[in-house]
């Protein structure tokens, strides 16, 4: 077997603790490696339905494991086998191995964290507990369930087992996940297609909404009043909704009075950063899935100097399953002192581009991306790109030659001119300088 299978082998064994059995049966199961070409990942299958559902339902999914295991982003490209493309036209009749039902085994099959597989922790207890009650219909008072700790704490996990428990015991109700950029990104979008009308439709005929990091609907006026209407009619009707954020909601400084009211109408549970046993059962719970013996020493060791978050832990399990497989090599101390330095190495922050400042702006104030890097003077467009001007100088600490050229080839006493006016504004108007601290915030989160 070559390296790289043995690579394709890890990743699989890595989504099989994700999936149901039949999910992972149908569509993971029958990849086969072929080659690694650059950061082009080059798998087989047996069909062109096969590859058609994994490249539409679990490309995300596969990218992520390889990223972890490889330390690099990968392409995914599927290729059919030509012996099993000339299928006799009983072969295509006779799909027995395909369920009537797909879209009950491959819709979200990113999303398959169970309660079952979350580790509890005494700086998690109570949100599990919450969750697991939410997922069971024993809201009582907590509607709505708000939680929040920092990234990596699991809050993500909790809200995807709360969809899959509702879904097991009661498959008839309508869930809706989604996160707060995702949730802006197609309002704008419903707003320009004028398709408002089915947006409302989806979201306000739900039984439970749940919704990731809330925190990205602060300052964006237009799409935190359409929450409220949502909120209000959801909220009256008894339907459930969870929210999670990086903060409390009296945290989230642009967020608006009524909203943050709201949020605290129900339950607020947080998720503090796992204490030393914690990360000890997450680390043995994850060798057990990959199906790895660590010592006792090195799992010690690992959990004594990754303490940030899960994700860390779970990096350090997977790499050391791979390097096992790949040099043959038995998890010890010193490999996992290796591991560790990549991995923080790794959680650098990634160099934020101006476009994405700029398209946070936009969101923002409602002005197009277009015209804020164009030479239009009207009020508000002028006033964002202020705004953007001072955000890309704060987190890039680019030239302003360099800041100028991105916004219509602008020369330096005007983007010095920019800077001045924000610092200005920001010093008289205490709103606006939460929305623009705020906007800084949600880029560099």
Not at 13 to 19: A, D, G, N
Not at 36 to 60: A, C, D, G, P
Not at 234 to 254: A, C, F, M, N, Y
Not at 276 to 303: C, G, H, M, S, W
Request: with cysteine; net charge neutral.
């Amino acid at each position: 077997m070559t390296n790289f299978s043995n690579v394709v082998d890890v990743v699989k064994s890595s989504l099989e603790s994700e999936l149901s059995p039949t999910a992972y049966n149908l569509w993971i199961a029958p990849l086969k490696a072929i080659e690694l070409r650059n950061s082009e990942v080059v798998l087989s299958l047996n069909n062109e339905f096969q590859k058609n559902i994994i490249m539409t339902k679990y490309s995300r999914a596969l990218c992520r494991e390889f990223k972890d295991i490889l330390g690099f982003d990968v392409k995914i490209t599927i290729i059919v086998e030509e012996a099993q493309n000339q299928q006799s036209d009983q072969d295509k009749e006779n799909n027995s191995i395909f369920p009537p039902n797909l879209d009950d085994i491959y819709t979200n099959a990113e999303s398959q964290y169970t309660f079952d597989t979350f580790i509890v922790g005494s700086t998690n207890t109570f949100a599990y507990a919450a969750c697991k009650a939410v997922a069971q219909n024993q809201t009582g008072a907590y509607n709505p369930l708000f939680i929040y700790g920092p990234s990596g704490m699991g809050k993500t996990h909790l809200l995807l087992a709360i969809k899959h428990e509702v879904n097991k015991n009661t498959p008839a109700l309508n869930i809706v996940y989604i996160n707060g950029e995702a949730f802006t990104n197609e309002f704008i979008t419903a707003i320009e297609q004028e398709t408002t009308r089915e947006f409302h439709e989806k979201y306000r005929n739900v039984d439970y909404l749940l919704m990731d990091d809330i925190q990205f609907l602060a300052g964006k006026t237009q799409t935190q009043e359409e929450f409220f209407y949502t909120f209000n009619e959801l909220h009256q009707i008894g339907k459930q909704i969870v929210l999670t954020s990086d903060r409390p909601p009296k945290e989230i400084k642009t967020l608006e009075d009524r909203l943050r009211t709201r949020f605290e109408w129900g339950l607020l549970a947080d998720i503090a950063p796992s204490d030393f046993e914690t990360r000890v059962a997450i680390i043995r719970r994850k060798a057990q899935i990959l199906n790895i013996k660590i010592p006792d020493d090195v799992v010690k060791y690992i959990a004594k100097n990754l303490k940030n978050n899960i994700r860390q832990l779970e990096g350090a399990v997977k790499k050391m399953k791979a390097y096992k497989l790949l040099a043959n090599s038995s998890p010890s101390i010193n490999m996992a002192h290796s591991i560790i330095r990549d991995i923080l190495n790794d959680d650098q922050p990634t160099p934020v581009t101006i476009e994405k400042i700029i398209s946070e702006v936009s969101k923002t104030f409602g002005v197009s991306e277009s015209d804020i890097r164009s030479t239009k003077r009207q009020s508000q467009i002028a006033k964002a790109r202020h705004v953007a001007i001072f955000v890309v100088r704060e987190i890039t600490q680019a030239p302003y030659e360099e800041i100028g050229k991105e916004f219509s080839n602008r020369d330096h006493s005007t983007i010095t001119y920019s800077l001045k006016q924000v610092e200005s504004i920001m010093k008289k108007d205490s709103k606006q300088k939460e929305i623009i601290e705020d906007i800084i915030k949600n880029i560099r989160d």
